[in-house]
Each structure stands twice: as structure tokens, then as C-alpha cells.
């Protein structure tokens, strides 16, 4: 056991010796810890979220390119990509990658590797992404691998397309309706289920014969067994995997310290995923779903309690103040 916490120097020239094949003997110590998890409790339909994130650089760091960037155009950038668990909060798998990567750069091999992570337990898989992983060669993957999917549709004139479809009305939800139809894009290997969602935002008085409604429209691709309405609410869910990312990259410091090597960068990013994930299966195995406190609450829990450190049986002992409210948790 480290007596002192060692100098910020030392861990650097630690990252620095980080090359592709340590990364990857990183990555397999992080499932063997995983796999050790899960023997304890597990469950057999999981729901993987894929998303991605851009990490805007200033400086001439390996690797770091000009690529997409929300906010702003023109600063180099890294483009990792994550995919979490949304039934346990962990992040199953990710990617460090340059800042010019498509979000779908790779997704197939990508989405490969995260379904022969899981256990074989597992007997249903429900992928959940955005528009940026909207494709039909993903689709098929996902199909030849008997994996569901629910899919936010991005097609040219999408408004268009659904302004022509046959709506229906939804019970006890006033100004909401749904359709549902089969649909094949350009260059699909064949048709897909798509089911969409409208809301009525606004009517058009000003101006025309007969009054006009204005609808804000949500659509998704899936082959899941949902009505248009169910596809809706439970794409909504993958919000909480937006808290999640950002926990890693602002929290856990994933991807914000950086050196000027790459792979050093990539270790330091996988380093701070490790983390958030050894922090979120010791609240999994003791605490199930009831704690669901962020990374600040939880490391102002543990190393801002008010305690005293004894030595007991040579062991170390944190005696706790009696009155300390989190106690008892």
C-alpha cells in the first residue's frame, strides 16, 4: 500500500510507455475485473447505448484533428466512442479516436466487440443510438447478429416523408399522434419498420382559408416488438446516458488530461473509464439501482467523510462520526 500518493511526474512517464498493445492488456485487465462483477448478479436483456463525444484540443497533440465540433468549427479534436450499459450504468466498451472520425466510423466493428463482451447469459440485446449511427449496413449487422435495435431516423426531407403518412390519434394524450410504416432507403438491402411520432406545436390562423396545424415529428427504425408510442418513451431513456458520458469526460477526467502522445492519451482516457466503472459496480453490487448519485457525490462521500483512520489487527479501520447523516448508507 502507497504510504504517500505518488508525484504527478511519476504517473506521467508511467502513461508515456502506453503503446497500442498496452492499451489493449489495459482493456482486458478492466474485463477481467468485469467478468468478476458479473458472476455476482446479472440479468438476461441488457440495452446498449452507443454514443459518441468531441474533445476539442489547443495545442499539436499526436493524433488530435480537425473534424466535426458542436460548438465550434476549426480547433483540432479527439472523437471517442462510447458504448454503456443502460440496465447497470457502465461503460461497456470505447474507442479513443482521431478528431476527423465519423461517429459511424467503424460502428460494425465496434458494436462486434461490445456484444462478445457480454455474458452468454445474455439472450436479448436492444442497441439504442442516435441519427449518427443511422445506416443501413449497421442495420444489417445488427440483424445477422439477431440484435434489436431503436434508431433515431435521419433521412434528406424527413418532415416530407411523414407529413404523408396515415396518422392516428393516441388515447388521453391531446395533439399527439402516431404512425407506422415500412420504409427502404437508398441503398438498403431491403425495408424497415419505421415508427414515428408527431406533436402538434402550433395552428396557422393568419393568412390561410382554413386553419393550418404545425407538428414537431420523432422518428425512429426499429425491429423490436413496440408501438410507435413505446419506441418514443423508450428512446427517451437513453438521455440518461448523456449524464453518464459526461460524467466520464468532466468527472472522471476521461479524455481532458492529455500528453502529446496518443497512445498515452488513450491509456489516460481508458484510465478514467476504469474508474467510473470500478465506482459504479461497487454501487451496483451494494446498493443495486437506489444510489444513483453522480462521481463528485460519491468521491464527497467517501474521501470528504468526517472519520478518524485507525489500525486495528493490522488493518486499517475508518471509524465514522456518529451523527454523519450518510452513514448508515
Sequence with gaps: MWENFPDESTIGRIFQRFSQASCQELAEVENVVRRQVWRQKWRGRVTLELDSSVSGIYGSQEGATVGYHPT???????????????????????????????????????????????PKGVWKVLVR??????????????????????????????????AGQTWKSINQRPGWETADFDYQCTGWSRPRRLVAVRRQVAVITEGVWFPKSVYEYFCYVTNDQLTPWQAHKTYGLRAASENWLDWCNT???AGTIRTQNFWANSAIFQTGIFAYNLMVWMRWLTQGQKLREEPNTIRFWLIQAPARRLT?????????STNWIFKQR
Design 251 to 253: 468527472q472522471m477526467a
Design 72 to 118: 465550434k468549427t476549426g480547433p483540432k479534436s479527439y472523437h471517442p466512442l462510447f458504448g454503456f450499459l443502460a440496465e447497470t450504468r457502465d461503460g461497456l466498451h470505447h474507442w479513443f479516436r482521431c478528431g476527423n472520425a465519423d461517429s459511424a466510423n467503424g460502428i460494425e466493428e465496434f458494436a462486434k466487440e461490445c456484444l462478445a463482451r457480454l
Design 129 to 162: 443510438a442516435d441519427s449518427a449511427f443511422f445506416s443501413g449496413a449497421f442495420l444489417d449487422f445488427l440483424e445477422s447478429r439477431r440484435a434489436w435495435y431503436l434508431i433515431k431516423v435521419k433521412i434528406r426531407n424527413l418532415s416530407i416523408l411523414l
Design 312 to 320: 486495528a489487527g493490522h488493518r486499517f479501520v475508518l471509524k465514522l
